[in-house]
């Protein structure tokens, strides 16, 4: 297994893992996320914000980061986080734990990168997302009701109730 950025060659199937995540969580009567603009996906591309764990020339599973979310984390973010978001497992290899990778992943990115939190949410009172999160240790710190979703995507703004979680490494 491999982490790289994601490149513009990988979009088609980005927006497949996309298409299989939202059938998923319909199936699971989840929280669907929207289809995202195409430019959007591009714009992270370019700005090196999507990743993917690859074996061979196949993507496993693919995430984004960004660096504040003041959005959603609003006084917590002050600029000394990762923000991960997006995470879509390939429906053939569901079930590997790849958040597990992420996080070893995420710890040497965020040091690398002056950062001292990982942080991630997730929408709904999600308990399935909830105990894997946390078995892969990050730190639940509760469901907060968004305020500041007018410029955050539809999924959002359609179920503000928030799952925020972190890895603090300065305390693991």
């Known amino acids: 297994m491999k982490i790289d ?37 591009i714009r992270e591309i370019n700005e090196k914000r999507q990743w993917k764990i690859t074996e061979g020339t ?3 599973c693919n995430w984004a980061v960004t660096f504040n979310d003041k959005e959603i984390w609003e006084n917590k973010d002050k600029d000394d986080g990762i923000y991960i978001h997006r995470i879509c497992t ?7 734990c790849y958040i597990d990778t992420i996080v070893s992943w995420a710890k040497t990115y965020a040091q690398q990168t002056n950062r001292r939190f990982i942080r991630l949410d997730t929408l709904g009172n999600n308990t399935k997302l909830i105990e894997h999160y946390t078995s892969s240790g990050f730190i639940f710190l509760g469901m907060y ?13 359609d179920e503000p109730n928030c799952c925020l979680f972190e890895i603090d490494l300065e305390n693991i």
């Open 5 to 41: 950025n994601c490149t513009i060659d990988d979009l088609p199937l980005i927006l497949d893992l996309y298409n299989d995540a939202r059938a998923l969580q319909r199936l699971k009567k989840m929280v669907v996320w929207p289809t995202f603009e195409e430019d959007f996906i």
């Open 90 to 96: 390939n429906p053939n290899h569901r079930g590997n």
């Open 145 to 157: 009701l968004l305020t500041n979703i007018s410029t955050l995507p539809k999924h959002y703004q």
């Open 58 to 60: 196949k993507i496993l």
